[in-house]
Every structure is written in structure tokens, then in C-alpha cells.
């Protein structure tokens, strides 16, 4: 990943940093499978993050806060597989994962798992099926976090009322979950499946080995997304679709 510009207030006002989340346009099986053969992006930018100069595949941090970044691809049905990479400061707080589409105007900090701003999230339950999973996300870890003595708050979900969450040596609200390897790694780089067929999305290191099912009950449409957690400028986070790892 290339370095970044810096990000100034009329670049912000420039290019409309206020995103509304209103409705958004209905998904059919032939615009989703035109829309995978196009190349990932994040289209949607929430507060203070910008574009690695013309890579809209790259996002920076520019301003403390809380901000998002949202690709173009929404998904409805399928299996659909991407990498997620952080780099520069190691002190921020990087989630990524999936949430529900959103558009439209928004100002100020978003983050979906944040329950005073999940509220802001496109209302269409229509488009949800029997699911309550609508924000599920993985910590891209750096080995130095905002609270050291916390552990890693590496895994999350929302049902859009509460944020559940494991930690490493410490799992809080959800002991269904149970041990598995993912909530041992911390990586700054990892692929994710969504399997909406199966309902699931599947966690996997750098080179392809999976580390276990991250959540189930996924139903409905998502957008794949990430959010920084800004103490200190400069945070990257690049995403790239990819292939579906081979498994034995």
C-alpha cells in the first residue's frame, strides 16, 4: 500500500463526507453477480477517512474519532470472499467484517458496533430474512492495542440492540461460542467467507488456512466494511476480493 495524503476540511467538505442512512436500492441476482466480476472497493466513506490517493480500495485515517468505510458490493445470496490488510499506526483500534447496506447523509463519527450509532443503520427488515446478525466484524490486530491489560477484543456482533463480543482468555455474553482458533491470532492481514447459503462467515489467516466460523444466522444482504477507531493519525485498511480458499 502506497503512503496517503493528508486529509484537510475542505477535502472533507469537497468530497461530502456526510452519509445518510437511508434506503437503499433493492439487490437482484443479476446485478449482485455483475457487481462480483467489478473490482472492490469502498464507496462510502463515514467521517474523517479518505481514499490512498486514487485507490478507493485503500482507506486512511485522518482525525481522532470513530469512522467507516463501506464497499460497493452488496451481497444477498452466495459465497463471496475477501481479504482485509491494516498497516501504518499501531495504536488504533481496525474492526472488519460485514453490515447491512446504508446510504445516503450522515454527519459525524459512525462505528456499526457502537450501539448509540447502530440506530443510524438503513431500516429495511424486509431485506434482513429471519437473521438478527446485522453487523459482524473481526479485530485487525497490530500486537499494540488501546488497552494492553484488556486483552484483544477480537470478534463482535450486533443484533442492533447489543454488541457481543469475544476476548481472548476472556469470552463475555455469548459462551455458545466457545474456543476456537481464531480468538487466539492476532493478524494485521485475514480473509473472510461470507456464505449466505450457509449462513455463515468463516475467519482465515494470510495464507489461506481457515480458523474457524466467526458467527452463523447470517441471513439477508450485507456489505463488507471496516472501521478505525482513531487515536492517532494514520491507519490504513485495504480490501481485495479474492478466491475462495481450498480446504481438505
Excluded at 453490515?99 to 454527519?107: D, E, S, T
Excluded at 493478524?187 to 481457515?210: E, H, P, Q, R, Y
Excluded at 487515536?231 to 480458499?245: K, N
Amino acid at each position: 500500500m502506497s503512503s496517503h495524503t493528508n486529509c484537510t476540511a475542505g477535502e472533507n467538505k469537497k468530497r461530502g463526507n456526510d452519509v445518510d442512512l437511508a434506503s437503499t436500492e433493492g439487490s437482484r441476482p443479476g446485478k449482485q453477480a455483475k457487481r462480483d466480476e467489478e473490482p472492490l472497493i469502498f464507496d462510502k466513506l463515514i467521517n474523517d477517512v479518505e481514499y490512498d490517493k486514487d485507490d478507493k480500495s485503500t482507506v486512511w485515517s485522518c482525525h481522532k474519532g470513530s469512522s467507516t468505510a463501506i464497499s460497493n458490493a452488496v451481497m444477498t445470496s452466495g459465497k463471496h470472499y475477501v481479504t482485509f490488510e491494516r498497516a501504518g499506526c499501531e495504536a488504533n483500534l481496525v474492526h472488519a467484517g460485514v453490515m447491512r447496506p446504508v446510504a445516503g447523509h450522515k454527519k459525524g463519527e459512525f462505528h456499526p458496533l457502537y450501539d448509540n450509532h447502530y440506530k443510524l443503520i438503513n431500516k429495511t427488515p424486509e431485506r434482513w430474512g429471519d437473521g438478527k446478525v446485522h453487523v459482524c466484524m473481526r479485530e485487525l490486530c497490530s500486537g499494540k492495542r488501546m488497552d494492553p491489560n484488556n486483552g484483544p477484543s477480537l470478534s463482535l456482533w450486533s443484533d442492533g440492540r447489543n454488541t457481543f463480543e469475544t476476548k481472548k482468555n476472556r469470552r463475555e455474553s455469548m459462551p455458545e461460542w466457545g474456543e476456537w482458533e481464531g480468538t487466539e491470532e492476532e493478524i494485521v492481514k485475514f480473509g473472510m467467507l461470507l456464505d449466505l447459503d450457509a449462513g455463515t462467515l468463516t475467519l482465515f489467516d494470510d495464507k489461506g488456512k481457515s480458523l474457524g466460523i466467526l458467527k452463523e444466522g447470517l441471513t439477508g444482504e450485507y456489505c463488507w466494511a471496516a472501521s478505525i477507531v482513531d487515536i492517532a493519525d494514520g491507519t490504513s485498511v485495504h480490501i481485495m476480493r479474492g478466491d475462495i480458499p481450498a480446504t481438505k
